[in-house]
């Protein structure tokens, strides 16, 4: 899995800084794993306000993560559901 591992770095990095650099891959994946990057990256891609606001300080508390988890979902399907379809 090393080079997926680092395929997946190499694309989230594409959208900004993540991590310290200094980072092992668990502690990046659980990064990843809260929500908080991934969200940001939907920010990029629809920055429409969102009366959400996600937890900056999961610290490994599953609840936490869920929420952000949920919010990211409810975003992209936000962002779906209001483009027009193309025919």
Known sequence: ??????????R????G???SGNQDNLTM????AD???LNQ???????RPTNQRINKHVNNDVNLR????TILVRNIKTYYQAKPVLQ
């Open 66 to 69: 869920i929420q952000n988890l």
């Open 17 to 19: 800084p993540f991590g």
């Open 1 to 10: 899995l090393g080079g997926f591992e680092e395929r997946v770095q190499a």
């Open 35 to 37: 929500g908080i990057f």
């Open 29 to 32: 994946y659980m990064d990843l």
């Open 12 to 15: 989230v990095k594409t959208f």
């Open 41 to 47: 990256i939907m920010l990029q891609i629809d920055p």
